[in-house]
């Protein structure tokens, strides 16, 4: 179907798009229809052709780069040649003084919690809801449905009721760690009750209190027969629900019926990695979801189970203070929303010369006008806030745009300076190497910093492509350039303020299935001095957040400060294999593992439209898959075709081995169409092919352009 354009000044607007600012976007603000696309109309027209030039000097330095590999092949990098070099083309900047961040008006989510973060696509409305409600997480549920309990019923519909007392001396352990009552057990109480502003603990006729009693804050119900006890520790709370008559208590003493953890502390709704957001159609959608959640109305209908229910925002959690005061505690997790890098334009709005417009620049205008629906409730940043995630900034020159930007997007909303913050994506090489400059261009606004081990392995490859082969997926996580990097973060961060006022971020747990083993391995973000990582669900939510109870990562960072800070010359440390000697069954293991997932997510993102998936791997081992994994595999393999390591011929015959595996995995899925059943005409099968093929030439080793490209192409055959 022919997109339909409204021309206002010199833009040609889609009108879907036209429609929902006008009619939705800009409802109940004192901001004028004239007065957006006036000023939108001037500021885009400005800050185009300065993105454009952004683009077009990461080409030029990445053509400088190949041809400097190119011309030293075969011979040792010497670290000192190669840095001066990266210097005199402008990669490296050098360092200014040290500073401090000056961003103000933080919520204490961000400068003095420490917990989960989720990351959710903002395109799916109930996904979106269910993330913004994972603040709160029942966590006897999450660890009876997970692999943390080990049970014969663990998969099974069938209430065990073993596996459910195993869930409940599983939390009365941790309680008794971290918790602990002054002279007894948690396992062992009778009941609990409030009296003269402390929590009483009933045993064999004896009364205990907490060994710290600061950590009970309040209750809910009466006193003497509380319905709810709220505990805190480490700033993160517990609600203990005492509920006799629940199915949940029948085998407890005290009562207990559930444990609700505080959980997510904060989430990012996103327009980037984890959507398929290709036109109009879907920008709005997109934009339609931030909107309803900044409004605070945005709900969903859905059947489950044969039953119609519907999903919309919980209200704030009240309770009574010990001094008898009735509090409240944020019932929702702290909502930022993260837009699009500089590199992607989108057909929604045509600039006067025939271009597209920069989607970044569109997202920045639109998600922070939605955004103005809450500064007026203050429901979802307290302090008046708003908080953008970028991602995919290349380096200082495009963290100060980013600034321009939001210097421009405040102007024409009529904000207070610096009401936007900015959380740098540290997931770009150059950004990586530069990252104080990079703070200090954003020093007024910047919140957060967050590593990402996938995309950053993705640039990593792309950047030093001509170098040489790459070692194997699996070796970059012990390779010396990524402990610099995830340190050198840390180091940075701290060097500039962050602890107690910005987040330090570590990045996602890939696997939803296996939370036994993300408990057993990601307290070593916390360790590493991250106040915040990310998480796939609210039951990973619920389960990290624990991570957080067991260590003060504000006392964590401060050691961290006093260690050898992290190199440069290792962070430029390029991963290349030192004369492979790999044998042929290791490389096609190696190929094959790569392109089952690179085609498990493809196919849904061209065909469905399903920007974020559970894709079984190999083993059939579920990971959550974005176009961060699929950067690094296409890459990869790109890297191993070009110095020889494999064959195109032989990866075209491992991605149609793959294919058919794929297409067996799906084989559930009514709306799913088979990729080996015509190669040839498949546009999924044909997409992934190409980014690998064609990987060299794709800037930086991104995958959305020809993804972009290709869902339109498969749309168009439907309309």
């Not at 989108?346 to 271009?355: E, V």
């Not at 792309?462 to 180091?491: C, L």
């Not at 619920?542 to 050898?564: G, T, V």
Request: with cysteine.
């Amino acid at each position: 179907m022919q997109e339909e354009y409204i021309q206002i000044n010199n833009l040609k607007v889609s009108k879907k798009i036209f429609d929902f600012v006008n009619n939705e976007l800009l409802a109940e603000t004192n901001i004028t229809s004239k007065k957006f696309w006036n000023g939108f109309d001037e500021i885009v027209h400005e800050l185009a052709p300065q993105n454009s030039e952004l683009i077009k000097f990461r080409v030029e330095l990445q053509k400088k780069i190949d041809d400097w590999h190119i011309e030293r092949k075969g011979k040792e990098i010497d670290v000192d040649e190669y840095k001066k070099f990266l210097k005199d083309i402008g990669y490296l900047v050098d360092e200014g003084p040290d500073f401090k961040i000056e961003t103000d008006n933080i919520d204490e989510e961000i400068a003095n919690i420490a917990g989960p973060q989720l990351v959710v696509p903002i395109m799916n409305a109930r996904y979106a809801l269910n993330a913004a409600n994972a603040r709160w997480v029942s966590l006897y549920d999450s660890l009876y449905g997970t692999d943390i309990i080990e049970s014969e019923e663990g998969g099974s519909e069938r209430y065990d009721p073993n596996r459910g007392q195993e869930v409940i001396k599983y939390v009365r352990e941790f309680f008794d760690k971290y918790i602990p009552i002054d002279g007894t057990s948690w396992k062992n109480i009778a009941g609990l009750k409030v009296v003269d502003k402390n929590l009483i603990i009933l045993k064999d006729d004896y009364e205990y209190k907490l060994k710290d009693k600061e950590k009970f804050i309040g209750h809910r119900g009466n006193a003497n027969k509380p319905g709810a006890i709220i505990l805190q520790n480490n700033k993160l709370h517990f609600e203990i629900i005492i509920n006799p008559r629940a199915f949940s208590a029948a085998h407890d003493i005290a009562g207990i019926s559930d444990v609700i953890a505080e959980s997510a502390v904060s989430t990012i709704c996103d327009n980037e990695d984890s959507v398929a957001a290709v036109d109009a159609q879907d920008k709005v959608l997109c934009y339609r979801n931030w909107l309803g959640l900044m409004k605070g109305d945005l709900k969903v209908q859905f059947e489950k189970n044969g039953k119609n229910l519907e999903r919309k925002l919980n209200p704030d959690r009240s309770y009574i203070s010990k001094n008898g005061d009735g509090l409240k505690l944020h019932g929702r997790s702290l909502l930022l929303i993260r837009n699009v890098g500089h590199l992607m334009n989108n057909s929604s709005i045509i600039l006067k010369d025939g271009s597209e417009v920069p989607e970044g620049i569109m997202d920045a205008f639109i998600t922070t006008a939605a955004a103005i629906h809450d500064l007026k409730r203050k429901k979802n940043s307290k302090t008046g806030s708003i908080y953008i995630v970028k991602p995919k900034m290349h380096g200082p020159e495009e963290t100060a745009f980013t600034d321009l930007i939001f210097t421009k997007v405040e102007e024409l909303l009529g904000l207070d300076k610096y009401t936007c913050k900015i959380g740098i994506m540290d997931e770009e090489r150059r950004t990586s190497a530069n990252l104080k400059e990079c703070i200090r261009t954003l020093k007024n606004r910047v919140f957060f910093i967050n590593t990402g081990f996938l995309d950053r392995t993705g640039d990593e490859m792309h950047t030093s492509m001509e170098a040489g082969p790459m070692i194997k997926k699996g070796d970059m996580k012990s390779s010396k350039w990524i402990s610099a990097y995830e340190n050198n973060n840390v180091d940075i961060g701290l060097k500039c303020g962050f602890a107690g006022k910005a987040q330090i971020g570590k990045g996602m747990w890939a696997a939803p299935d296996k939370m036994r083993q993300m408990m057993n391995e990601k307290i070593d973000h916390l360790k590493a001095g991250a106040n915040c990582a990310w998480v796939p669900s609210p039951t990973a939510a619920s389960l990290h957040a624990l991570h957080y109870h067991k260590i003060n990562i504000f006392d964590e960072q401060k050691k961290i400060m006093d260690r050898k800070k992290s190199k440069l010359d290792d962070l430029l440390t390029i991963p290349i294999a030192d004369r492979p000697n790999w044998s042929v069954d290791e490389i096609n293991s190696e190929i094959s593992n790569s392109a089952q997932t690179l085609l498990g997510y493809v196919v849904r993102w061209i065909d469905q439209g399903i920007g974020c998936s559970k894709v079984p791997d190999i083993n059939n081992v579920g990971l959550m898959e974005d176009r961060a994994t699929l950067r690094i595999s296409s890459q990869h393999i790109t890297n191993w075709i070009y110095h020889g390591i494999t064959t195109k011929i032989q990866v075209i015959e491992i991605m149609k081995q793959m294919a058919k595996v794929v297409d067996d995995q799906n084989q559930g899925d009514k709306n799913y169409v088979r990729m080996s059943d015509n190669f040839e005409n498949s546009i999924a099968f044909q997409t992934a092919c190409d980014l690998i093929f064609k990987g060299r030439e794709q800037p930086s080793g991104y995958t959305e352009p020809l993804l972009h490209l290709n869902r339109l192409k498969h749309k168009a055959t439907k309309n």
